[in-house]
T-cell receptor, first 116, second 113 residues
Framework: AQKITQTQPGMFVQEKEAVTLDCTYD???????LFWYKQPSSGEMIFLIY??????QNATEGRYSLNFQKARKSANLVISASQLGDSAMYFC?????????????FGAGTRLFVKA | ETGVTQSPTHLIKTRGQQVTLRCSSQ?????VSWYQQALGQGPQFIFQ???????GRGNFPPRFSGLQFPNYSSELNVNALELDDSALYLC????????????FGSGTRLTVV
């Protein structure tokens, strides 16, 4: 079954420190995409970073990097130099191919709290 | 460029009624997806439209239906509302073939009483 698992319901990090949010996925498809989104309390989902299943290098976008370990089926998000504005829900997601199209599966999310 | 806009922002309906939620895609995007997000959970994929055709569907019953229009705006229709349909409904647009994430709207909060 295709599934995303985020095992950390909540995480605390000190401002200016780095934090890793865990994500494991399950799919038998050779082609898939992995995403991380941020959802502040206002509700909108904000795209952070993308990793394709065939990408050889880990994706980076500013302070965000994705630690992609294909054999372990993990796609952890690393946020460097945490800021107070990083406090939010973070969702890991996987896009998989359906007959005739695609679907994106989201994990249950991790709530990140950044302490001053 | 404009983002994704959804209307209405909040809605209260009675069990058994029907509801239509609307979404305007980001300029230049040709794919729209709808998600249901219950409180404290991750979004659940309802369906996706590309060039006015449904090209992906999650585990939702047929009373959840949709449309995509030539200008790439979209509607989500839910018939015979149930209490469990109470959730945040998110619309997301993207450009097919591009490997970047969706642009999401701020959602419609539906409460069924």
């Amino acid at each position: 079954a295709q599934k995303i698992t985020q095992t950390q319901p909540g995480m605390f990090v000190q401002e200016k420190e780095a934090v890793t949010l865990d994500c494991t996925y399950d799919t038998s498809d050779p082609s898939y995409g992995l995403f991380w989104y941020k959802q502040p309390s206002s509700g909108e989902m904000i795209f952070l970073i993308y990793q394709g299943s065939y990408d050889q290098q880990n994706a980076t976008e500013g302070r965000y990097s994705l630690n992609f370990q294909k054999a372990r089926k993990s796609a952890n998000l690393v946020i460097s130099a945490s800021q107070l504005g990083d406090s939010a829900m973070y969702f890991c997601a996987m896009r998989v191919i359906l007959t005739g199209g695609f679907k994106t599966i989201f994990g249950a999310g991790t709530r990140l709290f950044v302490k001053a | 460029e404009t983002g994704v806009t959804q209307s209405p922002t909040h809605l209260i309906k009675t069990r058994g009624q029907q509801v239509t939620l609307r979404c305007s895609s980001q300029s230049g995007h040709n794919t729209v997806s709808w998600y249901q997000q219950a409180l404290g959970q991750g979004p659940q994929f309802i369906f996706q439209y590309y060039r006015e055709e449904e090209n992906g569907r999650g585990n939702f019953p047929p009373r959840f239906s949709g449309l995509q229009f030539p200008n790439y705006s979209s509607e989500l229709n839910v018939n015979a509302l149930e209490l469990d349909d109470s959730a945040l409904y998110l619309c997301a647009s993207s450009l097919a073939g591009k490997n970047y994430g969706y642009t999401f709207g701020s959602g419609t909060r539906l409460t069924v009483v």
